[in-house]
Nanobody
């Protein structure tokens, strides 16, 4: 399994950004998918996760602003980020988890300017 994250960039506060995580391998629909982020000087934070059936979970800091989704036919998970804030600036990394298996994609930098 390999993961490829994309979609990071520079955005103004209040704007949207959409991250994608493309899964290469078999069994995508059986994996939990999710996103972590790590800001400079801060601990890594679980942002959002989604089960194979579409059940979602979010960090309190992003509830109501971020939406995680997946397209099992395209082996891709998405993180739609709306109402971005300066404090959302971080490196976002996607992961895939099934049982004891966990795979990571490379990070993608999201920078929110004021």
């Amino acid at each position: 399994v390999q993961l490829q994250a994309s979609g990071g960039g520079l955005v103004q506060a209040g704007g949207p950004l959409r991250l994608s995580c493309t899964f290469s391998g078999s069994g995508f629909s059986s994996y939990f998918m999710g996103w972590y982020r790590q800001a400079p000087g801060k601990q890594r934070e679980l942002v959002a996760s989604i089960s194979g059936r579409g059940n979602t979970d979010y960090a309190d800091s992003v509830k109501g602003r971020f939406t995680i989704s997946r397209d099992n036919a395209k082996n891709t998970a998405f993180l739609q980020m709306d109402g971005l804030r300066v404090e959302d600036t971080a490196v976002f990394s996607c992961y895939a988890n099934r049982g004891v298996i966990i795979k990571w994609g490379q990070g993608t930098l999201v920078t929110v300017s004021s």
